[in-house]
């Protein structure tokens, strides 16, 4: 799956010259945690997160007058608290390489560029997301959490078993395992009775963690 196909297209922007009071304005109305900037050429420059709004906001503890403070903020713009080292993806980049970039930086978004041309955004919600379509979270099934014998083959033989007995999985996501040995699996099927399925797939030399309805 690439970004193109998950990220937010035409994500809400700012410019360079907007203040810190209506950047953070539109934020709170959009719902969003982090804006892309643009110049006056529509170009993208930078990126402004809600927390360098705050950070830059005056503290609720202070003696300033309100007037002082909406005197204040109104001089302060994007341009002074966004950050201009971006790290950006293509639309044709895998959503796992996103991911890991947005860990390596310790950073909640990427802007989502074509040339020099900003075409949307994902954040670290659409990973979210994701996560939940991976592990099948909306779906009705039955979840087993296995340990799994790191051998060729080994899914297919497991899905063969599910498939002979009616079943149908919904949803499979792999994980490292407790050693090179060995995988981690999440597995949800529907229309398989559980107590049936376990003792078939317990005799292939995978291990149960847990079972549940969900």
Not at 84 to 95: A, F, G, I, R, S
Not at 105 to 115: D, S, W
Not at 190 to 206: H, N, S
Request: glycine share 8%; proline share 4%; aromatic share 4%.
């Amino acid at each position: 799956m690439l970004v193109g196909s998950r990220m937010t297209r035409n994500p809400i922007t700012v410019r360079e010259d907007t203040s810190l009071y209506d950047a953070l304005k539109k934020m709170r109305e959009n719902k969003v945690r982090r804006l892309p900037v643009l110049n006056t050429d529509g170009k993208l420059v930078g990126m402004v997160s809600e927390k360098d709004l705050l950070y830059a906001s005056p503290s609720p503890a202070t003696s300033l007058s309100v007037w002082e403070i909406s005197y204040l903020t109104s001089k302060i713009t994007v341009k002074e608290l966004m950050t201009t080292q971006l790290v950006t993806v293509c639309e044709d980049c895998p959503l796992e390489e996103a991911a890991r970039l947005m860990v390596d930086n310790r950073i909640g978004g990427l802007p989502v560029v074509r040339g020099d041309k900003l075409v949307g955004i994902i954040t670290e919600t659409d990973l979210f997301k994701i996560f939940l379509e991976l592990l099948g979270a909306r779906e009705q099934g039955t979840r087993f959490s296995l340990v799994v014998p790191e051998r060729k083959g080994m899914l297919a033989d497991m899905s063969k078993v599910i498939s002979e007995m009616g079943g149908n999985i919904v949803a499979l996501g792999t994980f490292l395992g407790e050693d090179p040995s060995n995988r981690m699996i999440s597995l949800k099927v529907q229309d398989v009775d559980k107590d049936e399925l376990w003792p078939k797939l317990e005799a292939m030399g995978v291990k149960l963690l847990d079972v549940r309805e969900t």
